[in-house]
């Protein structure tokens, strides 16, 4: 009876974590359309924050931008920090690795990557900066199920470096949103009115 309850539990987890993304995704792309370049711009300005105070020593982690995602690839052109992006393999783990001008190939789920250049270590990461379609004040991250980013995260050394969200404001859930035990929560968020950090990066 217990492996049946369980079993049932699970289901019904999976199926709450299904309806709250399709109910945050249309949130988020209403949403979008009016926050998306200030979300933009209030990244920009975090992450200059920080080099003008010196603790960006390595390379920041972004991502390359779905349907319903802000875009930040303009960084690029605009930091002195260098970044890298993620790739994911056929087994759902993500590796980072640098952005360079090389031509980008597609990962597993055919998002461009440069797989050219070799998987970056933790050590070599200061900041990972990801997409989510909500979160909650706890940090739970919900995404496309995947798993991804929890794969990744945990292992020590990468839950280690400082994880936001991007996400317009009407998608940081008051309530909290169905969390798996493998879920493991983010550092914040940055978002068009505010960067909400549990901790600060430079405090760390």
């Not at 492996?3 to 109910?23: F, P, V």
Request: hydrophobic share 35%; glycine share 4%; proline share 5%.
């Amino acid at each position: 009876m217990k492996n049946k309850n369980n079993s049932n539990s699970k289901i019904n987890q999976s199926k709450e974590k299904e309806l709250a993304r399709i109910y945050f995704k249309e949130i988020r792309k209403a949403s979008l359309l009016e926050t998306e370049n200030l979300i933009f711009e209030r990244v920009k300005e975090y992450i200059i924050s920080l080099e003008k105070k010196e603790v960006l020593e390595k390379i920041i982690g972004i991502y390359w931008p779905l349907d319903g995602e802000v875009d930040l690839r303009n960084l690029k052109k605009t930091l002195r920090s260098k970044l890298a992006l993620p790739a994911c393999n056929v087994s759902g783990e993500i590796s980072y690795h640098k952005w360079t001008d090389d031509t980008l190939e597609k990962d597993f789920f055919g998002i461009p990557a440069p797989l050219s250049q070799p998987p970056l270590e933790a050590n070599e990461i200061s900041l990972i900066i990801a997409p989510a379609i909500a979160i909650d004040q706890m940090g739970t991250r919900l995404g496309y199920g995947r798993g991804c980013f929890d794969r990744l995260r945990s292992k020590r050394r990468w839950k280690a470096i400082k994880s936001l969200a991007i996400v317009p404001s009407k998608c940081i859930s008051n309530s909290l949103l169905p969390k798996d035990k493998w879920d493991i929560p983010f550092d914040g968020w940055i978002n068009e009115k505010e960067i909400f950090q549990f901790h600060d990066l430079d405090n760390q």
